[in-house]
């Protein structure tokens, strides 16, 4: 007998503060698969916390009614030319649910909310270290001529 077929039916939406159940696990599963840590135990707040972001955006993808992926990103001005643009900061699919072209119809339904936000271009900046990540990006779109740093906000008392 032959496993059944694997589902291709998905549906890319933006998620709302009504997802946070369903977006807590898969954010554990992210920080998991980013990590290479221990699984982190779902947590219900800080889905709700992104989800409420007063400047990210999440949009989901669902695969048979399940959530799968998501992508969070954020809508920015551009200095330089006077437009907008789109910077997707995090891209994620379970991994029993990838090869099924889950993660770029979420990067295609950015480019099309791109398209009626008249952004100039959506910028992607992919974990070093990662060379899958890497080459499906390059499958995507050119590699920007831009490094990226990052500079370190000390935590503490504010005095």
């Given at each position: 007998?032959?496993?059944?077929?694997?589902?291709?039916?998905?549906?890319?939406?933006?998620?709302?503060?009504?997802?946070?159940?369903?977006?807590?696990?898969l954010l554990s599963a992210y920080v998991q698969d980013m990590k290479r840590g221990a699984p982190r135990h779902p947590d219900l707040y800080y889905a709700e916390t992104l989800l409420r972001d007063r400047t990210a955006e999440?949009?989901?993808?669902?695969?048979?009614?399940?959530?799968?992926?998501?992508?969070?990103?954020?809508?920015?001005?551009?200095?330089?030319?006077?437009?907008?643009?789109?910077?997707?900061?995090?891209?994620?699919?379970?991994?029993?649910?990838?090869?099924?072209?889950?993660?770029?119809?979420?990067?295609?339904?950015?480019?099309?909310?791109?398209?009626?936000?008249?952004?100039?271009?959506?910028?992607?900046?992919?974990?070093?270290?990662?060379?899958?990540?890497?080459?499906?990006?390059?499958?995507?779109?050119?590699?920007?001529?831009?490094?990226?740093?990052?500079?370190?906000?000390?935590?503490?008392?504010?005095?």
């Amino acid at each position: 007998m032959q496993p059944p077929p694997l589902s291709t039916r998905f549906d890319t939406a933006a998620l709302t503060i009504d997802d946070a159940q369903e977006l807590a696990p898969l954010l554990s599963a992210y920080v998991q698969d980013m990590k290479r840590g221990a699984p982190r135990h779902p947590d219900l707040y800080y889905a709700e916390t992104l989800l409420r972001d007063r400047t990210a955006e999440i949009l989901g993808a669902r695969l048979d009614g399940v959530l799968v992926g998501f992508a969070v990103f954020c809508d920015l001005p551009d200095a330089i030319s006077g437009m907008r643009v789109g910077q997707l900061e995090d891209l994620f699919v379970r991994h029993e649910s990838r090869g099924r072209g889950i993660a770029r119809a979420l990067v295609e339904a950015l480019a099309h909310k791109g398209r009626s936000r008249d952004w100039l271009s959506l910028r992607w900046m992919v974990p070093q270290g990662s060379s899958m990540r890497t080459t499906f990006a390059e499958t995507l779109g050119t590699k920007a001529r831009l490094e990226s740093f990052i500079v370190r906000i000390e935590r503490g008392a504010a005095g």
